[in-house]
């Protein structure tokens, strides 16, 4: 029998362990495991490496911006300087700020756009999210940021998709094609 999937085994020892909880008294951790040990005592020498160690990985690891804190922060630029493009002069590109904040991704997509009224957002939008069809995004950012008079909306949306999408492989070889390594090779394909 295959190994089941994690979630699935997960939930279903969650389930299991409802089940078992009620029909009988569940032990406490410490009679069942034995106590637990005592942490290790560090010594001022040890403790000062781990401090410089932490220091370093700190210093190293800037905290990771999420898609909003981008969308937003170049929303609100656009409007500020009033230019409707995923190029800043002042932040970069949307790419630039989105490697920058750690964000890895298979494939990013964004929009930006400018609307007057509110009214005009529906129509607009659905325009600018034609660009996005087939794009099966994962995780996406939204920034709106308003200036002048009367109001306008500096908006800007980004789409990430953080797996691949995998064509499928074939499953059966075409007429006349071996199924080994050499054999494929020699019907003239580059690749196993």
Known sequence: MKNPHPILASSL????????SS???ALPVAEHYGAPD????????????????????????????????????HAQDMAEAGYVSPVSKKLG???YRLARSGVSAAAVRYAVLKVGQV?????????????????????????????????????????VQQRAT????????????????????ADGLTTP
């Open 13 to 20: 020892a969650a389930v299991l362990a409802l089940c078992l």
């Open 23 to 25: 029909a009988t008294p």
């Open 38 to 73: 005592a942490p290790c005592q560090l010594s001022d020498d040890e403790r000062a490496v781990l401090e410089v160690l932490n220091a370093n990985r700190r210093a190293k690891l800037a905290p990771q911006s999420s898609l909003m804190a981008i969308a937003r922060e």
């Open 93 to 95: 590109t949307l790419e």
């Open 119 to 159: 009214v005009d957002l529906t129509a607009e939008l659905k325009a600018t999210l034609a660009g996005l069809q087939g794009f099966d995004a994962t995780h996406v950012g939204i920034g709106v940021g308003k200036a002048g008079a009367p109001p306008a909306s500096f908006i800007a949306l980004i789409a």
């Open 166 to 185: 995998l064509a499928p492989f074939p499953i059966r070889p075409k007429e006349g094609q071996m199924c080994t390594l050499k054999g494929r090779l």
